[in-house]
């Protein structure tokens, strides 16, 4: 335990709580504020009350205090010792994350159902792949694409049958391969019967929300208030997301076994686990106080500090885990959206008991800036993020490695959009996902460099949160050009185009038109072409994954980051007694100085055909010493 702080405690007092950490990291990603900074022995013992003159702007004492409150709500500090690492199926295996609906079309509905991924399990294992994680496939209105379930017993009709997913496991299983699903409990859809019952009256249902009579100021994630007004009882319920996607009240135990009752009923079926949907927002603070004005505009969204790391998320989880999870063994990866390093151990400590992994999403923007800024992504950022994380990893504790996702504009293209050195890119992130320390999830697509898409108008755009977010912009005055560029930067719809098979009409995804349309190059694009192409993105990532296995020294050997403070330059070992690889990668479009000696390595993997005097751009290279 450790102490608590206030108005008069230095930043470096902050900073050493674990919420401190997180949040101080958070404020200046959001900021820009340089990280150095923190390097700086005046900085750290700048006082709490002295603030404003490093941010340089007014700060109420409304807002010290809901940091300082925020920041001692949790004391309890990360387990360090040295401990050996525990091994485990989930962190030898590499996991590919499936967008249903974009996946594969089986019937020539234009939307990717579960034949259509049975259909491609050949081509999954062939890839390598052990693990699936499937976005949801319950029955659901689609006002968030399945995110909003209706019954979490029952599948999409759109996407087939309870049978069809019986079949996809026992194949999974033929296969030798996992599977696990998506669990979206923080909300349920207002159509669930659950909210209906409370819109009819039923006292109990009713109890399963959150209903108020008047809002608070919490503003939702897909823009305006989080509440929604009723009239059939004349109250407001909290809504995080869209407007037909209602938080559940997990304080009430009845919802708490509802949940582990919906987790056992699938682990009972025999899938592995679950990916938990913004897991860390289940727990909010009783009194559901108005949020913090200030932190609300450093972070976006209004509210948050009442409900990011809540008073009984740990508490709550711990629960669900011993009751649900361990008695079938199974895996679980939270989405934990503001959680960064430190907490992020709290959830995953593996004494700690709560979750296996966390997906922490620190690394997706540079520092400054947000999803719908267009700029052009600098990697020494991510490379930073890494090491910092890599670092502060003991063996109690292993990261979770991805950069692409149903809810993110592609990647690569976020470092270069022109594409120009696409193939290089690809190759050279797909290396750092499999030579780091952690699990790698892979995203569809991102095995044959898949880009951000050309969205002609919004017309072609399906998110409800790009919707929500353009009819904000225009109604706030942005002409509909303006308002369009910022969907077009950030849109999540850039990744949930359809997945390219072959180089026929629609990439071979449907007979007939996509529920959306992708408009990406599908000549070369695709896998069926990159199958035989032998320097493929297809095939480079297929040949690194097998390797991988091949070597546990890639999976649970030490690390060691060299020249760490070279800018442009990713270089690291990976090694154990007997074994030593050395990672050098260029992380620019510039030519580069050679800067190590690879005497006495044999190159093993290049993205480049031949290795010239000079690296070229986005190089990458694996060695191993002789
Ligand atoms: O959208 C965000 C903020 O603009 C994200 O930080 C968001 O909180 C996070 O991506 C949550 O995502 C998950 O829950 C959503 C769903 O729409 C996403 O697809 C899902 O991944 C609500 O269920
Ligand atoms: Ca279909």
Same mark, same amino acid.
């Given at each position: 335990m450790s102490k608590m702080i206030d108005i008069n405690s230095k930043i470096k007092d902050v900073i050493a709580l674990p919420i401190g950490h997180d949040v101080v990291f958070r404020l200046f990603l959001q900021t820009?504020?340089?990280?150095?900074?923190?390097d700086n022995p005046l900085v750290l013992n700048i006082k709490l009350k002295n603030l404003s003159k490093i941010l340089k702007r007014k700060i109420?004492?409304?807002?010290?205090?809901?940091?300082?409150?925020? %920041?001692?709500?949790?004391?309890?500090q990360p387990l360090e010792d040295d401990a050996p690492i525990n091994k485990a199926w989930w962190k030898e295996a590499v996991f590919y994350q499936i967008y249903p609906r974009s996946f594969k079309d089986s019937n020539g509905d234009g939307i990717g159902d579960i034949q259509g991924i049975i259909s491609k399990l050949d081509t999954l294992k062939d890839l390598g792949i052990d693990c699936l994680w499937l976005s949801p496939i319950y029955d659901s209105p689609n006002d968030d694409n399945g995110y909003d379930i209706r019954d979490y017993r029952n599948i999409m009709a759109e996407?087939?049958?309870m049978d069809d997913v019986d079949l996809l496991i026992s194949e999974l299983k033929k296969r030798d391969m996992k599977i696990i699903? /998506?669990?979206?409990?923080?909300h349920t859809s207002d159509e669930h019967p659950w909210f209906q019952a409370a819109l009819n009256g039923d006292k109990e249902k009713q109890d399963y929300y959150i209903f108020r009579d008047k809002p608070n100021n919490w503003t939702s994630f897909f823009s305006g208030s989080a509440w929604r007004y009723f009239k059939e009882i004349d109250k407001y319920a909290l809504k995080l997301f869209s407007s037909k996607q209602m938080d559940l009240n997990w304080d009430n135990p009845k919802i708490r076994k509802e949940v582990a009752d919906i987790v056992t009923f699938w682990l009972e079926k025999g899938i592995d686990g679950?990916?938990? /949907? %913004?897991?860390? @927002?289940?727990?909010?603070?009783?009194?559901?106080?108005?949020?913090d004005t200030l932190v609300g505009d450093l972070v976006g969204f209004t509210g948050m500090e009442h409900y990011f790391y809540g008073p009984n998320l740990t508490k709550y989880l711990a629960e669900l885990r011993k009751n649900a999870f361990e008695p079938y063994q199974g895996f679980s990866v939270g989405e934990t959206p503001g959680i960064g390093t430190q907490l992020g151990k709290l959830l995953t400590g593996d004494y700690r008991k709560i979750m296996d992994l966390t997906f922490s999403f620190d690394h997706l923007e540079t520092p400054g800036k947000v999803r719908f800024d267009d700029y052009r992504y600098d990697l020494n950022f991510y490379k930073f993020y890494l090491i910092e994380n890599q670092k502060s990893f003991s063996n109690r504790y292993w990261m979770s490695l991805f950069v692409d996702n149903h809810d993110n504009p592609r990647f690569i293209s976020k470092i270069d959009p022109s594409n120009r050195y696409r193939d290089e890119l690809a190759k050279n992130i797909n290396m750092i996902l499999l030579t780091l320390k952690g699990t790698p999830f892979f995203y569809q697509g991102q095995e044959i460099g898949m880009t951000n898409n050309e969205f002609k108008s919004m017309d072609d755009i399906r998110d409800v949160e790009s919707i929500n977010k353009y009819k904000e912009m225009i109604a706030a005055g942005k002409t509909e050009k303006e308002a369009f560029a910022t969907i077009l930067a950030g849109s999540r719809d850039h990744c949930r185009t359809p997945m390219q098979w072959n180089d026929k009409t629609y990439g071979g995804f449907s007979e007939n038109q996509p529920w959306i349309k992708g408009y990406q190059d599908l000549k070369t694009t695709n896998i069926e072409y990159q199958q035989k192409q032998n320097n493929?993105? @297809?095939?480079?990532?297929?040949?690194l994954i097998?390797?991988?296995?091949?070597?546990?020294?890639?999976? @649970?050997? /030490?690390?060691?980051?060299?020249?760490?403070?070279?800018? /442009?330059?990713?270089?690291?070992?990976?090694?154990d007694e007997n074994n030593e690889f050395l990672i050098e990668i260029n992380l620019s479009d510039d030519r580069q100085k050679r800067i190590i000696d690879s005497t006495g390595y044999k190159l093993i993997f290049s993205n480049v055909k031949n290795q010239e005097k000079m690296m070229s751009a986005y190089e990458a290279n694996l060695y191993r010493k002789i």
């Open positions: 820009g504020l340089s990280f150095s900074l923190l109420p004492t409304s807002f010290f205090q809901t940091v300082i409150d925020l %920041v001692n709500s949790e004391l309890e996407f087939g049958t699903m /998506d669990l979206v409990v923080n679950f990916r938990m /949907d %913004v897991i860390n @927002y289940i727990s909010k603070n009783p009194e559901l106080p108005d949020g493929s993105i @297809y095939n480079f990532t297929k040949q097998h390797y991988r296995k091949e070597n546990p020294v890639l999976i @649970y050997g /030490d690390i060691e980051f060299i020249k760490e403070n070279t800018k /442009d330059y990713f270089i690291y070992k990976r090694k």
